[in-house]
């Protein structure tokens, strides 16, 4: 928006918020920002989902892993948080649910081709996605991404 009417909101915000970033005066560049968050969660989660997977297929059971691995060179929220989720099966209740990761998800795919930026990861996400909903997954949360990594791999839950 414009810098004058950021400025008059901005004291709100450093009181309410983790802090104040701007992106220009181009009203949908946050959009665009919630929109790059929202994929690069549901890929972290994928990958763990990936590298689950994999290490369970290799005698490393999912737990150990990524209890190891959230609390060293990816504790972060994202990781240890959706790591648990993984780690514990949590599906449900959903914090962010299919039909609306899938719908973040399609406007991440419309606004990356209006721009003529590939994003191929993308696919796959919405192609899982898809999958959880045709399965009637609708209900789960995104952590669900996990069951199809699995189920890659000839892994049961």
Request: net charge negative.
């Amino acid at each position: 928006g414009a810098a004058a009417s950021k400025e008059a909101v901005k004291p709100v915000f450093d009181i309410i918020g983790q802090g104040v970033f701007d992106f220009g005066e181009e009203v949908g560049a946050a959009n665009v920002v919630k929109l790059a968050g929202n994929f690069l969660l549901t890929a972290a989660i994928e990958v763990m989902a990936e590298a689950s997977a994999m290490a369970e297929k290799n005698g490393v059971p999912r737990a150990d892993l990524l209890n190891m691995l959230s609390s060293t060179i990816f504790n972060c929220p994202i990781y240890v948080n959706y790591g648990k989720g993984i780690i514990n099966a949590q599906f449900e209740p959903a914090g962010f649910s299919v039909p609306l990761i899938l719908k973040d998800m399609h406007l991440v795919q419309k606004t990356a081709s209006d721009a003529r930026a590939p994003m191929p990861i993308l696919n796959l996400l919405i192609d899982r996605y898809l999958t959880m909903l045709a399965k009637g997954l609708d209900r789960y949360d995104a952590v669900g991404l996990a069951l199809g990594a699995a189920e890659d791999a000839g892994l049961q839950w």
